[in-house]
């Protein structure tokens, strides 16, 4: 079975960072472009960053210049550098895989279980 576990969040001050990890475990064959997501309480779910097996990546407005989204292919992981955080980027971060190839079955839009930023003095 496919699991997306994400790990990395916690409290942080404003202005300090944090870096989230999203492993792809199971028997993948492969997946192609992943994405970090986050929802703060009351709000609709946003994307925050995407990143192509290629290696591009978009960002939206508010965290460009201070996050930066990364994966490593051969350990079926992405990343989330996260500098001078402020407290509007408290959320709950969620990775999402856009198609995972699995043996014989093939996962679409394929989300982890999410991990709690909070950013807060």
């Known amino acids: 079975q496919v699991q997306l576990v994400e790990s990395g969040g916690g409290l942080v001050q404003p202005g300090g960072s944090l870096r989230l990890s999203c492993a792809a475990s199971?028997?993948?064959?492969?997946?192609?472009?992943m994405g970090w997501y986050r929802q703060a309480p009351g709000k609709q779910r946003e994307l925050v960053a995407t990143i192509t097996s290629g290696g591009n990546t978009n960002y939206v407005d508010s965290v460009k210049g201070r996050f930066t989204i990364s994966r490593d292919n051969a350990k079926n992981t992405v990343y989330l550098q996260m500098n001078s955080l402020k407290p509007e980027d408290t959320a709950v971060y969620y990775c999402k895989a856009d198609r995972i190839v699995s043996g014989a079955v093939t996962y679409f839009n394929y989300w982890g279980q999410g991990t709690q930023v909070t950013v807060s003095s």
């Open positions: 199971g028997r993948i064959f492969s997946i192609n472009a």
